[in-house]
């Protein structure tokens, strides 16, 4: 007892590392395990990120990095005198907003509802369901609503003629790409989005539920004074997440809605950088795009934690 | 536990079930509405503008789909590129997870860092498309597994999960002789099967969802999976843009909306299929590890 607590309190360097070889030499197995993914982290998110200077350079493909010129910020200057940049940005803070201001409070709702109900079979009957869009690629979800809100022949627009009201285009117009997008995502997103939530809710204590009703509390102020402060810590993770996804719209969404007629609501940094990039082949602006954006995310997560912990919160990290 | 019987109480509840059955309502009324219209015919659907329930059934527009070997093909590349990815996948995130999930690890917790900070930052969408690209996996299905071999997130739900397991178990196999390996095949893996299945669904249905990656990285209409398939006939062929490069021929001119609602069915029906499955495990699995309490 006596001689280990000696000989730790005394620092003999050489036997100190030996005893740190030791333990890395006896688990050698364990990173031969975590090797192939520790390759797959490093060569397809760390190198991307290292490839990033391309954002300075004319990238020629041929030249390669370490043979293309250095042209400095010119390509971001390009992309901040460009018009369309404004646009962009615009668009793209659009659909966030929506998404923090109309998205994210449904999940919320839905999940407080479904706590409230006893019959368990009603409640996985509704669970079941939906959850199913989730599970749907962003192609099925368009191509469903494209099959519905088509001119011709879709259910929405039969509906309305036979209300005589005038049949609408709504897959290529400015006015209906937002309404549409947003719906598009809370009925994909919704149903799923309340699983973190009721599991939250499942772990509060049913006596404060049974002590509020003794006080007189009815379901109302049970929601407002339990329900909801119980999850709120949820809530707040999931908020600086959101937020930290500014800029992830769902690309893929998007592009899909994306046509000649509304690009002036709907392009947004993502499909900007795939057409720049990849259709154009302008691979150093169109870096210069991407990093642009990826800067962006990376401090709005990191200001939403901050602020979070301000306020008394746990925060994501 | 007592029950709130009062007048308001009971309202309140009318209130909540009704809205929350029109909530799932209109969550499957679209598919509902799809599935119906693909087992009708051209003509019930014109007459009866919104099928729920086809009266006349005919499998005209399957019979149309799978008419030229397109959606086959398709299918054929989606199940196989779900299959090997899943399981490559499942194999590279479980392994790993599992190393980072020994405390007495050297070097944890920068690995963990590392993986943690791949999703705050990424390099983006042209700095990886020229890494994949210099690998020379362009054209090829490995293109649309490699480069997303592994998830973050699931990564980090399994190896919550492993480092759930009483450690006492494993310090008792290692005492009896076990080996790293033995440990990981033997206990660990038999006793996270909860986990193990829900990643792995989250995993298929990733790959069966696969849309962006081939259109990305491959350049040859014969090798793309369903959904390429069913964006070129349902989004495309809309008349929304005048892209019909690559189309093929049968589709040329635009699709009845029965044949559209049957290729959606087609690319849809196999996830309608394992959602059972993963219905019955995700609930389970997948919060273990996502937030803690």
Redesign the interface.
Same mark, same amino acid.
């Given at each position: 007892m006596n001689d280990t607590a000696i000989t730790s309190s005394v620092s003999v360097p050489g036997k100190r590392d030996s005893s740190l070889m030791r333990r890395i030499a006896k688990n050698r197995s364990i990173y031969l395990m975590i090797l192939p993914g520790f390759l797959y982290f490093a060569i397809f998110k760390y190198i991307p990120m290292s490839g990033l200077v391309i954002a300075l350079q004319d990238y020629q493909p041929y030249l390669g990095i370490t043979g293309s010129p250095w042209v400095g910020l010119k390509h971001f200057e390009r992309l901040f005198n460009d018009p369309m940049f404004f646009t962009i940005l615009r668009n793209t803070l659009f659909l966030f907003t929506m998404n923090l201001v109309i998205y994210f409070p449904v999940p919320i709702l839905i999940a407080v509802m479904l706590n409230e109900v006893r019959h368990h079979l009603f409640k996985r009957f509704v669970q079941t369901l939906i959850y199913i869009p989730h599970f749907m690629s962003w192609v099925i979800i368009v191509s469903i609503s494209f099959v519905m809100l088509s001119m011709d022949r879709g259910l929405i627009n039969e509906v309305f003629s036979m209300m005589g009201l005038e049949k609408i285009n709504f897959l290529m117009s400015n006015e209906w790409f937002r309404p549409m997008y947003i719906l598009q995502v809370i009925w994909r997103e919704a149903g799923w989005g309340t699983i973190i939530y009721l599991a939250a809710m499942a772990a509060i204590d049913p006596q404060l539920y049974e002590a509020s009703r003794m006080d007189g509390a009815n379901r109302f102020r049970q929601i407002w004074h339990i329900t909801l402060p119980s999850i709120r810590s949820v809530i707040v993770v999931l908020l600086i997440l959101k937020i930290g996804d500014v800029l992830e719209l769902g690309f893929e969404h998007i592009f899909l809605l994306l046509n000649s007629m509304n690009r002036e609501v709907a392009e947004i940094f993502d499909t900007y950088v795939y057409t720049a990039g990849l259709k154009q082949g302008q691979f150093s602006f169109s870096t210069a795009v991407g990093f642009f954006k990826s800067v962006v995310g990376l401090v709005l997560i990191m200001a939403a934690n901050w602020l979070a912990k301000k306020a008394g919160e746990e925060g994501v990290y | 536990?007592?029950q #709130?019987k009062?007048i308001?109480?009971r309202l309140?509840?009318g209130i909540?079930?009704t809205? $929350? /059955?029109l909530?799932?309502l209109?969550?499957?009324l679209?598919?509902i509405?799809?599935i119906a219209?693909s087992f009708t015919t051209v003509t019930e659907?014109?007459q009866k503008?919104?099928v729920f329930f086809p009266t006349v059934w005919s499998l005209d527009a399957y019979r149309y789909i799978f008419s030229t070997n397109v959606i086959f093909k398709s299918l054929g590349v989606s199940i196989s590129i779900t299959l090997v990815g899943t399981v490559f996948s499942m194999v590279?995130?479980a392994?790993?997870a599992?190393?980072?999930s020994?405390k #007495?690890?050297?070097g944890r917790s920068p690995?963990m860092f590392?993986?943690?900070f791949?999703m $705050? /930052?990424?390099?983006?969408?042209?700095?990886?498309?020229?890494?994949?690209k210099s690998?020379g996996l362009v054209d090829s299905y490995a293109a649309l597994i490699?480069?997303?071999?592994?998830n973050a997130f699931n990564?980090i739900i399994m190896r919550n999960f492993f480092q759930n397991i009483p450690e006492g178990l494993e310090e008792s196999a290692k005492i009896d002789g076990c080996?790293?390996?033995g440990i990981?095949l033997r206990i660990v893996i038999p006793l996270s099967m909860p986990a193990i299945a829900t990643i792995s669904l989250f995993y298929a249905?990733t790959y069966?969802?696969t849309?962006?990656q081939a259109i990305?990285y491959l350049n040859d209409p014969a090798k793309w999976p369903v959904?390429?398939i069913?964006?070129q006939i349902?989004?495309l062929a809309?008349g929304?843009?005048a892209d019909t490069s690559g189309f093929a021929d049968d589709f040329v001119r635009p699709p009845e909306?029965t044949v559209?609602?049957a290729?959606?069915v087609v690319?849809?029906l196999p996830?309608?299929l394992v959602?059972p499955f993963?219905?019955k495990h995700f609930?389970k699995g997948?919060?273990l590890g996502?937030?803690k309490?």
């Open positions: - | 536990m007592l #709130d009062s308001g109480s309140f509840d909540n079930y809205f $929350l /059955f909530v799932s209109v969550t499957v679209p598919f509405n799809v219209g659907l014109a503008q919104f590279l995130t392994l790993m599992y190393g980072l020994r #007495d690890l050297v690995i590392m993986v943690l791949t $705050l /930052f990424s390099g983006g969408l042209i700095p990886t498309f020229l890494v994949v690998m490699i480069p997303n071999a592994i990564l080996s790293n390996w990981l249905v069966w969802n849309y962006f990305i959904q390429v069913l964006r349902v989004i809309s929304l843009t909306q559209k609602m290729v959606i690319a849809t996830i309608l959602y993963l219905q609930a997948a919060l996502s937030i309490g």
